[in-house]
Each structure stands twice: as structure tokens, then as C-alpha cells.
């Protein structure tokens, strides 16, 4: 019976062992992948969205009445259309009057000009020599100067037999007048825009009042162009809340050389309010909270280890840690759900 009893004992210890081992068997099989922990950068930046606008846009205007004539754009050698660039200066739009362009007497104007010119400089020369009063001199001075005032004045009334493009930009719209009709004053001829730097105002909430600056850096993104970022600054802080909303306005511009963006279009701003250098950063995604604080796992000689952090700077994607990490831990990145402190770990990519 003793013996019975014995044996008994025995089988139950080895089924024991045999248990622990497939234990740590399953233990040893749990599957991870790891990140080494290197120094990095990590950016804290507030999200807003808003709509961008072209910094220039001019919608120009007939100032007189005159026959409708479109001028050949010279980089293609078609008549101007909408989409098209278009240079500082280039005429676009004539309008042909020739009753208006007579009543002007430019070449009048300009003779005129060159007689009164001459005759300041006679006058004054015989002012040194004592030829005539100073009464004279400025006389011949004064006709001088009305001389001039008049002919610039009819150089201007001949500008507005011509629509001139006063920055260059791409025409968006182009009114279809026929050739040769007469159009009369104050009709609209063409729009333009120059949208290789754009501006937008940002809505922030009232806690970030004292974060957000002049000159602060920001990303700009669209939904559609999620592979190209375009970056700007702040150019103006509100310096008071909205009451209704609890919110405050800024202006920001942003560069668009490229013309990815398009006026009008909604975009994600990202503005930079603190930026780390050379600090160690790990996903936030990884992060577990516990009661004991935020944790993580590292591997250490085939086993997981809990650390508990703590956090400087955070963003949607990342997390600076201050404690509780150093570089060249081994951090676990996949397979940390079910981790427990000291379990048993098998490596995988």
C-alpha cells in the first residue's frame, strides 16, 4: 500500500513538472516584434483646418468705351484664355477709340513738353548772365512743369485704351466678348490671381492663446495631396477672444511656388508650437496605461519588462520620453497587448 502510495506521489510530480515546462513552453512562444531606442525628433503642433485664399486677385475693369480686341498670349501665340499665366505689364485686353485716343493730342503734348523744356534752359541761362528777371525764370519753370503734368496725364488716358496686367498671376476668368463689339465703361474684362503664396485665417481655441506667435512655423496638407506638404508661418495673432466661440483669429501664409494648392481649397494646418532634438521618441500607439502609469515593454534576455514612463512633448504619432527608457533598449512594438511583466518572448520581424 505504502509503495502503491509512492508511486502515486512520483506520477503526480513528474505530470506536475511536465506541465510547467509546457507552461514555459507556451511562455517562450509568444511572439514580438522590437524597436532599437534612438535618439530622435519629435514636433508638438496644434491641428486646425481652413480655407486658403490667393494673397493677390484683381478683377479688371473697362474705363472707357472702345471696340473689343483680345491680344495673342506671346508664350503660346493664341488669344489670352482663362488658365492661362501671365506676366506683369503684358496687355491683354485692347480697346479701340480712336475719337477718344484724337481728343488726347498726345504728340501735341509731347512737342509741347520739349518747347517748354528748351525754353527753361534758355531761361536760365540767361538768368546766370543777368539776361531776364527771376520772375521770368520761374514763369518759363512753371510752364515747364504744367507741360509735363499735362503730358503725363495723356500718356495715363491712353493706358485706358489698354487692360494691363498689374502682377503676374493665371487669368480665372475671362469674360467672352465677340471681337469688335463695343464694350462701354465699367465692364468687367478679366480676373486675375497670383496663388504662388497663399493666406488663410486659422480659428485656435482659447487655451493656446500664449502658444501661438508671429512667425511660427506650420505644414499645410489637403485631403487629395496627402504625399505633399506645403509649409507657411503665422503672420498675425488676434490679441482677443471670440465670446461666442471661445476661440481666437490668426493669418497665415503659405508658399505654394509649385501651384499644388488651388484657391478656395480646404486644408489641414499644422502649426508648430515646440519642437525636441537628439531626445528619445517612441509611437504613442505602443503606450498602455495601467494603474501604475503609462507603461511600455522592453526585451531583456528573452523576457519582457515593464517600464513604466514618463512623457514630454506628444503629437498624434509620437511620444518623448523623459523617464523609464534610455537608448538602446530593446522596446516591443508588436505583440505588447498581452505581454505580462517577465514573460517569456520569441522574437519575430
Known amino acids: 500500500m505504502n509503495r502503491f502510495l509512492y ?28 524597436q532599437e531606442v534612438k535618439p530622435g525628433t ?8 481652413a480655407t486658403v485664399y490667393a494673397i493677390k486677385n484683381t478683377i479688371l475693369t473697362s474705363e472707357i468705351e472702345g471696340t473689343y480686341r483680345i491680344s495673342k498670349n506671346p508664350r503660346t501665340q493664341k488669344s489670352f484664355g482663362v488658365g492661362d499665366k501671365v506676366s506683369q505689364n503684358e496687355v491683354i485686353i485692347r480697346l479701340d477709340n480712336p475719337e477718344y485716343e484724337n481728343n488726347i493730342k498726345i504728340e501735341s503734348q509731347k512737342l509741347n513738353l520739349d518747347i517748354s523744356e528748351r525754353e527753361f534752359e534758355k531761361q536760365k541761362s540767361l538768368y546766370d548772365k543777368g539776361g531776364v528777371t527771376l520772375r521770368e525764370l520761374k514763369n518759363s519753370e512753371r510752364a515747364y512743369i504744367d507741360a509735363d503734368y499735362v503730358y503725363k496725364n495723356a500718356i ?50 482659447a487655451k493656446e492663446l500664449n502658444r ?15 504625399n505633399d506638404t506645403l509649409w507657411g508661418e503665422v503672420t498675425q495673432v488676434a490679441p482677443a477672444l471670440n465670446p461666442d466661440t471661445r476661440s481666437f483669429k490668426a493669418a497665415i501664409h503659405v508658399d505654394n511656388d509649385k501651384h499644388l494648392l488651388r484657391p478656395g481649397m480646404f486644408v489641414k494646418v499644422e502649426t508648430i ?32 519588462f515593464e517600464r513604466v514612463i514618463s512623457s514630454g512633448l506628444e503629437n498624434a504619432d509620437q511620444v518623448e520620453v523623459v523617464e523609464g527608457l534610455k537608448v538602446g533598449d530593446r522596446l516591443v512594438i508588436k505583440g505588447f497587448e498581452s505581454l505580462r511583466n517577465r514573460s517569456k518572448v520569441k522574437i519575430v520581424r
Open 7 to 34: 508511486l502515486l506521489c512520483l506520477g503526480l510530480l513528474f505530470s506536475s513538472c511536465a506541465e510547467t515546462d509546457i507552461q514555459d513552453d507556451l511562455a517562450i512562444s509568444v511572439p514580438v516584434s522590437i
Open 42 to 49: 519629435i514636433e508638438e503642433f496644434i491641428t486646425t483646418t
Open 156 to 205: 495715363i488716358q491712353l493706358q485706358k485704351m489698354k487692360i494691363i496686367v498689374p502682377f503676374s498671376g493665371v487669368i480665372v476668368d475671362l469674360p467672352y466678348y465677340t471681337p469688335g463689339t463695343k464694350v462701354i465703361v465699367n465692364q468687367k474684362m478679366v480676373e486675375l490671381m497670383d496663388f504662388s503664396k497663399l493666406y488663410a485665417e486659422v480659428f485656435y481655441p
Open 212 to 226: 501661438i506667435q508671429i512667425g511660427q512655423p506650420l505644414r499645410v496638407t489637403h485631403y487629395s495631396l496627402t
Open 273 to 304: 508650437v515646440a519642437r525636441k532634438d537628439s531626445v528619445v521618441v517612441i509611437p504613442r500607439d505602443i503606450i498602455l496605461s495601467k494603474r501604475q502609469g503609462k507603461t511600455v515593454f522592453i526585451v531583456d534576455k528573452g523576457a519582457a
